[in-house]
């Protein structure tokens, strides 16, 4: 069964991911992978780049964003009470009409959202929805934050939000292996589950930064230089 890469970091994650387009759709084609995504960090720079590359491999160029998401208003610059600035959420363009909305929503989380990072909330996601695939993100999304946290009616209620928002067809669970990074399983466990209680399906991702595991060193060279 072919797999696909829907959670991927080029270096347009500045100072985060070490990829380099050209490679990532090199190795995608080497591995006879059908279609790749690619989900920079706030920002959608490469994604020109990425659709030219994949066309030329004959890879299907799936164009995304991690977003990141304010707990509250876009427009409130504070801290908030749980000292939690943003948190992650995968966003994915599935035809013309998304693409057009990510941007905006990118665009919009720069011009009005920006607090350290450039956040959106749901009110920007609610408004600019249609054409959009949502994975509910890395152990830094919202839902896995808070299962992590043992609300577990709050996670109940964040499925059905996100439901409400992109329609049940476009709402996915995402799940990843990272053995080395404390209550991984119990999370995956949990996030299974919960797909299951929902009947969300649940899609895996790798949280793809660098493209071989020998660039292991030379990524975090780069996260402490940002650090």
Known sequence: TPFVHFHTHTHYSLLDGLTKIEDMVRLAKEYEMPAIALTDHGNMH??????KECKKAGIKPIIGVEAYMTPGSRFDKTSTSTGKRYHH???LAKNKA??????KLVSLSNLEGYYYKPRMDKELLRAHSDGI???SGCMGGELSQTILSGDMEKADALIAEYIDIF???NYF?????????ARDKELRDALVAIGKKHDVT???TQDSHYPCTDDHDAHK???AVNT
Do not use: P, W
């Open 46 to 51: 490469g994604a020109i780049d990425f659709y």
């Open 98 to 103: 998304g693409y057009k909305n990510l941007m």
């Open 173 to 181: 669970i995402e799940i990843q292996s990272h053995a080395h990074i």
């Open 202 to 204: 649940v899609v895996a």
């Open 221 to 223: 060279t780069l996260l």
């Open 89 to 91: 959420l995968i966003l």
């Open 133 to 135: 695939i949502c994975l």
């Open 167 to 169: 329609g049940k067809e």
